[in-house]
C-alpha cells in the first residue's frame, strides 16, 4: 500500500505542469503567418520571451495583440521577442485576425505567431484559463499571468521584462 | 436490477465530461449563446410580456396591442 502511495506520489511529481523556476516546455510548432518557418523553443533560449496561448474565439485574448505589439516594439533590441501560440482548430481563423491586426496597427504585428492545432501547449502547462502569459528568461519560466491584460495590470509585466533585461 | 442500474448511471456519467478552458472554442461561438440572434432577442422580448400577459415583468411595457 505505502508503494503504491508513493509511485502515486512520485509520478505526480514527475507529470506535474511546469511552474515558476522550472525550465519551459519545449516545442517546435509551424509559424501561423509565415509559409515554412517553424518556431522552436530552442531559438529562444538565449533570449526573454513573453510566451502566450492565446486563440481567435477568445475576446479578451484578441484584445491583448495591440499591447504585446508595443512590447516587442519597445524591446525589440533589448534580445525580447513576443511569441504567441495560437489553439484554433482551423488556423485560417487566426490568419485572419492577425491580418486584420496588421491592418488595424498599420504596421506587420511585432509578435511571433505559432500554430499550435494539437493544444501541446495548454496541456502541457495544463492551463486553467485561456490566455496565460509566461515570461521565459534564457529557456526558465520566471513569471505566469493569467487572464488578458488590461490597462490597470500592464505596468506590471513591464516591470517585470525591465528587471529582468537588467 | 442491481446491475441494470448500475449500467444505467454508468452511460449517464460517462456523459459529463471535463472540458478544458482550451477546448471551449464550440462553447465559445455565437450559435451556443442563450440568445443567438440579438434582432430576434429584441423582438421576443416585446412579444413576450404581450403573449403571456406578464406586462412590467422584463422591462418598461406601453400597451396592449404589441406594437409599443
Known sequence: MKKIVV???FSVAVFAAPQVGDKAVEFSLPSLTLKDKTVKMQDYNNKLILFNVWASWCKGCKKEMPFFHKLGKKYAQDNFEVVAINIDKKGKKAQSYVKKLNEKLGEIAKITFAYDKK???PEAYEAKVVPFSLLINNGKIIK???GSFKEDNEHEVIADIEAALK | MKIALIMIALLILSGCTHVAPYEKEELATQKMLAAPMTTRA?????VFPIREGSFGAESGFSGGCGCK
Not at chain 2, 429584441?42 to 416585446?46: E, L, Q, R
Request: overall charge neutral; cysteine-free; charged content about 15%.
Open chain 2, 42 to 46: 429584441a423582438f421576443d422580448s416585446h
Open chain 1, 144 to 146: 505566469s499571468y493569467y
Open chain 1, 119 to 121: 493544444k501541446s501547449m
Open chain 1, 7 to 9: 509511485s502515486i506520489l
